[in-house]
């Protein structure tokens, strides 16, 4: 168990679940990533200087520039997003999901099991390589937003809690729809105070 997760467990807390980002999932979204922003920066590096319009006005552009700046930024996005990716783990006790994140100092989401309104499974295309899969939580947190220019449109997405490309995601899945399960069943029987005693 994880040192600094096991700091976190309040008494008769009991780990039912624990694992981390699939490393070979991560290591092809990392390279994918980078042969992208490879590709899209080589454009503007091969371009030169090239002219273009702006409100009816022509100009030049710096290819150069933009293709460095490109190659830069996207370098350290994917690699900020890949060692904070290393970090992540996940665990599922008896009372909630955890997820430990964060590169400079170490922080915590904890989401229990009342709070929860639905458990899904995803798997895509990188599920299907390397036979893991996300887990969704939707806790009720939505994001509103607009699209469209004239005819704008508000929608909402719900803003779920992922635990990314892990190993063995249905088994997970049925963790947690057990966990809930016998949440449900304490609160309907009066026992939702020695739920932790499951």
């Not at 719900?158 to 057990?178: A, E, F, N, S």
Request: a positive charge.
């Amino acid at each position: 168990m994880d040192q600094e997760i096991n700091r976190i467990i309040e008494d008769k807390e009991k780990i039912k679940w624990q694992g981390v980002i699939n490393r070979n999932a991560m290591i092809f979204t990392l390279v994918f990533s980078l042969v992208i922003i490879a590709i899209i920066a080589g454009i503007f590096l091969a371009l030169g200087t090239f002219d273009y319009t702006s409100n009816g006005v022509a100009k030049q552009g710096n290819g150069l520039l933009i293709g460095i700046v490109i190659l830069v930024l996207g370098l350290a996005v994917i690699s900020w997003n890949y060692f904070l990716a290393m970090v992540t783990e996940y665990a599922v006790t008896n009372k909630r999901v955890i997820v430990k994140s964060g590169i400079i100092g170490t922080d915590f989401k904890s989401i229990y099991f009342d709070q929860i309104q639905e458990v899904l499974v995803d798997v895509g295309l990188i599920g299907k390589l390397f036979k893991v899969g996300t887990i969704k939580i939707d806790t009720g947190k939505t994001k509103t937003y607009s699209t469209g220019g004239k005819s704008r449109r508000v929608k909402t997405k719900i803003m779920y809690t992922l635990l990314k490309h892990i190993d063995k995601p249905y088994d997970v899945y049925k963790i947690v729809q057990g966990c809930l399960s016998s949440r449900k069943e304490s609160l309907y029987s009066g026992r939702a105070d020695r739920e932790s005693q499951s």
